[in-house]
């Protein structure tokens, strides 16, 4: 998006186009993204386990969002939704080991 000065007064944007194309695909993306992203399983005690859980949590979210990457848009939802869920498999894990030890 740019603005153009012609003249003394008048100023003109450009671009706006293309935003409104990337913000439709954002809202398409979201709209897909709703709903159940995967269901996870692991041990919380296998680290390899752990490992596969958010690699498999982030194929779902490349597989419901493939089509719309590219848009910077989407591209940084997708990216902190991976590491928000990475940060909440690691915490369940953790907690489920606590809780282990604590009985």
Aim: aromatic share 6%; charged share 35%; with cysteine.
């Amino acid at each position: 998006m740019s603005l153009k000065t012609k003249g003394c007064c008048v100023t003109k944007i450009t671009g706006l186009d293309e935003l409104t194309r990337k913000l439709q695909e954002a809202q398409q993306a979201l709209e897909d993204f709703d709903g159940n992203i995967a269901e996870l399983k692991f041990d919380p005690f296998d680290p390899v386990s752990i490992d596969h859980a958010i690699q498999e949590l982030n194929r779902s979210v490349d597989e419901r969002l493939g089509s719309f990457y590219g848009n910077p848009i989407v591209d940084d939802v997708a990216d902190k939704f991976k590491e928000a869920a990475r940060e909440e498999i690691l915490q369940r894990a953790a907690a489920a080991r606590i809780d282990n030890e604590e009985n």
